[in-house]
Structures are given as C-alpha cells and as structure tokens.
C-alpha cells in the first residue's frame, strides 16, 4: 500500500532527529543572566541536550554538524502572550457574492498568516487569547502534525463573554454560572489550553464600556474553578479597575491590559490593587501602545515601568491580531523600553516571565538541556541593543529551523492600523463619555 508523504512546506528539510550544534559570539541561555561568550547549543531532535562555552563542548559532540555565526547572539526564541490569530479575516474578505459562507475557513487560513508572520519575527510560541471557530486550535494540531510549519501554539478558542459584551461575535457568550461551567467544558471539549475571559467592555465592541465590569466576581470565580479543574489556566481582558479587582479576586492568573480605566474613563491607578496583583504572581500585559509617546490623557499608554517596579511579573502580550502587522511584535519590545522597562527585562518578559504566563514553564523561554530547543539568532547583541532583533540569522522551533516568510514591516504612527486603532479609540472613548455627560447614571 502507498504510504502518505505529506509535504513539509517551509521547514528544514533535515531529519528532526539529527543532532547539531549552534554557536554564536554569545549565548544568553536565560534573560537576566550573563550570556555565554563563544557559546554553543546542541539539538537533538526537538529539545536541547547541552548548553556551555564551545570550549567545554562534550567529547560525544565533537563530530556533529555545526552551524556557526560569529559576531551573532543566540537567546530563547521569543513568545507573544496575547494574539488574536484569525483577526486578518475581518480586514480582509474574499471577493466573491457572498463572502459570509466563507467565514471559518477564511479565520483559519487568516491565521496561519498570522502565526506565520509572528514566527518569522522569532516568535516561537504564540499564546491566542482570542480566536473564533477554534482556529488557533486548529492551527495548533495543524503545526503539531507537520501539516504547516509555525510556531508552538498555546489556543483559548473564543473569548468568554456576556450576551452583547466585548467580543461577543466570536461566538461563547454566557450569562450564568451554569451557562460558564458548560462553556468551559465545551471549551474543554474542543481542545483548548486555556480560558479566555472578558472581565470589562473593550474598545472594539460597539456599545461596550471598557471602564465597566461584565461579569461578578461569583462569576468569575466560578470559571476559574471549572478552568483549573480541567488543567487550564485563565486570563482576562480587563481595562477598567472594577474589572481588574474582580478578576484578582477570583483568582484568575493573567490580566490582559491592565489599564485602571476609571468609572469618568480616565486612567487612575490603584495602588494597592497593583501590590495585590504582584503578591498573587498574577501575569500582566499592558500592550504596547502604536505610537510613543503616548497620546495625552490615553488608557492603553504603558504603565509598565509602574506595575514592574511594583513586582508584577510583566508578560510581552502585545495583542497582535488587533495589531497589525504582527511585525509590531518587535516594535512593542522596543516601546516596553521606552516606557522605562529595564532592556534585559523587556527580554525576561518576552522568553522566561512570558513562558511562565503561557502554562510552558520548564518547556520553553530558557535555554536549557531537557527544554525545547526554541530559539532565535540575532546578528547583533539585543543586550546592547533591542535593534539586533530586527535582523535574525536563524529560527530554530522545536529543533527545526524555520524558513521565514517576507515580513510585512510595522510602520509605527503612520500604519494604517496603527493610525486606525488610535482614532478608533479616541473616538469611542470621546463617544462614551458623551453618553456618559447625556445620560449620568448617578444623575447629581
Ligand atoms: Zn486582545
């Protein structure tokens, strides 16, 4: 009987199974410690068997094949916290009499470009928080059974929400306990690694408020039981502080922007609610804004320096997806540091903190014998600076370099994206509080 090759499109065409060596100037095995200089790491398969100066190279590994880059930096392949992997879909249609018969299909192969795009950034690990149909899900197992070549997937398939709320026309809108414990379980049922909740109102969704919360903290608490339960993690998009607060006390373990949007819309941020959520070790993004610095008075301006200092563990969850194109991946690296965020912290947020955040603590984000060899080579030293990672000589995922797609430069401030979502935001913003000054809901 014939057996099925499938074809192999965009990686390595070498066996997974032959073991290599990578060298470079430096490894930095781990952000936050010193790099190794005339490094090397030895793959076997799809994990990393040893790390160490070439010098100290086994005997047993003398004879591998080996690739090396002088001048370079070797470092943990980087991880996206927070995409939306099929939002490509909703910017583009296809062309044709009726475009709606095509939606799922067209979520999917809009997240593949997606992931693709991301990887070719060297982002290694994806975390979806978002993603309607079950896309990343799919696009997970797709990667995972050599279907495509991408990057690791981590799938919360669509966002938990209340009838109306943010998100809702993703598709796991849910008013009850009752209706939470199904929709988990479903969730469960078709695969995901964790559940994604929207504790607030958004900014994209008409006629949802951010600085208001959607769901109890009974609620909320609930989820995260059903979640934990099943071996899942959880985060929440949440903007306004009332949200934030809820979401901390049912015990969620990561907040998605963060942005202490108070009831008058204006950012205040509560102190004491910080230290809380650093003290739990609850994960936090604040997204990088498109433009720096901020626009006056705006609510997704990074508090990241403030939370950091403070002790939250700060995650590289840039929302690509609702950023576009997912090369602003790296610009958002970039913006963590203007905004005041140490550079090697920028990198523990984007490999180890961000790992820890995705459930892949002791698989991914470290360079280390037993985890998976995911990692990226920089032609400069990022430690010097961010720039480096905007020119990469390799990306190694899962033992297997990945061959990457041109990649569709970000163009921060004058993007069409980037320019519509800051208007977008503006706008809706100016608009609630409008509402708000129309109809008071504490008339004075
Ligand atoms: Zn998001």
């Given at each position: 009987m014939p057996s099925l090759t499938l074809p192999d499109p965009?990686?390595?065409?070498?066996?997974?199974a032959t073991p290599r060596i990578v060298s470079a100037a430096?490894?930095?095995?781990?952000?936050g410690e010193p790099p190794v200089a005339d490094g090397a790491v030895v793959i076997d398969g799809r994990h990393i068997v040893w790390t160490g100066p070439g010098s100290q190279l086994p005997h047993d590994y003398a004879d591998l094949p080996r690739t090396d880059h002088p001048g370079a930096t070797i470092l943990p392949g980087l991880i996206e916290t927070?995409?939306?992997?099929?939002?490509y879909a909703s910017r583009l249609t296809p062309d044709?009499?009726?475009p709606s018969r095509h939606r799922a299909a067209w979520t999917a192969l809009s997240s593949v470009a997606t992931a693709r795009q991301l990887a070719s950034v060297g982002v290694t690990t994806v975390q979806s928080l978002g993603s309607p149909y079950f896309a990343d899900v799919a696009l997970r197992e797709a990667i995972a059974t050599g279907l495509g070549a991408g990057p690791r997937i981590v799938a919360a398939g669509p966002q938990l929400t209340t009838t109306?709320?943010?998100?809702w026309s993703n598709g796991a809108e849910v008013d009850s306990v009752t209706d939470i414990r199904r929709a988990v379980r479903r969730h469960h049922k078709a695969g995901t690694d964790l559940i994604k909740v929207m504790a607030t109102g958004g900014?994209?969704?008409?006629?949802?408020?951010?600085?208001?919360?959607?769901?109890t903290t009974e609620e909320l608490r609930v989820l995260v039981e059903e979640a934990h339960r099943l071996g899942k993690h959880t985060a929440a998009h949440a903007h306004g502080t009332e949200g934030i607060r809820r979401a901390v006390d049912a015990g969620v373990d990561y907040i998605a922007?963060?942005?202490?949007?108070?009831e008058d819309g204006r950012t205040d941020v509560d102190l004491e609610l910080i230290d809380r959520i650093a003290e739990r070790g609850i994960f936090v993004d604040?997204?990088?804004?498109?433009?720096?610095?901020?626009?006056?008075?705006?609510?997704?301006?990074?508090r990241a320096a403030e939370l950091f200092q403070r002790g939250v563990r700060l995650?590289?969850?840039?929302d690509i997806g609702a950023v576009l194109?997912?090369?602003a991946y790296t610009f958002g690296l970039k913006q963590l540091e203007a905004s005041g965020l140490p550079r090697v912290e920028v990198l523990r947020a984007a490999t180890s903190t961000a790992a820890a955040a995705a459930g892949l603590a002791g698989v991914a984000g470290v360079l280390a014998p037993?985890?998976?060899?995911d990692l990226i080579v920089a032609a400069g030293d990022p430690l010097a600076?961010?720039?480096?990672?905007?020119?990469?000589l390799e990306i190694v995922i899962a033992g297997r370099t990945f061959r990457p797609d041109p990649v569709i430069p970000y163009v921060p401030g004058s993007g069409r994206h980037a320019v519509d979502r800051t208007q977008d935001l503006r706008a809706a913003r100016g608009e609630a509080l409008e509402r708000r000054r129309r109809h008071p809901v504490h008339p004075a």
């Open positions: 965009g990686l390595d065409p070498l066996p997974s430096r490894v930095i095995l781990a952000a927070h995409a939306h992997l099929g939002s044709v009499p009726d109306g709320g943010h998100a900014f994209m969704t008409a006629r949802t408020d951010p600085w208001k919360a959607q769901f922007h963060a942005s202490f949007i108070g604040t997204c990088s804004p498109p433009t720096r610095p901020p626009v006056e008075g705006e609510t997704i301006s990074p995650v590289t969850g840039h194109p997912p090369s037993g985890y998976s060899a600076d961010l720039s480096a990672l905007d020119s990469l």
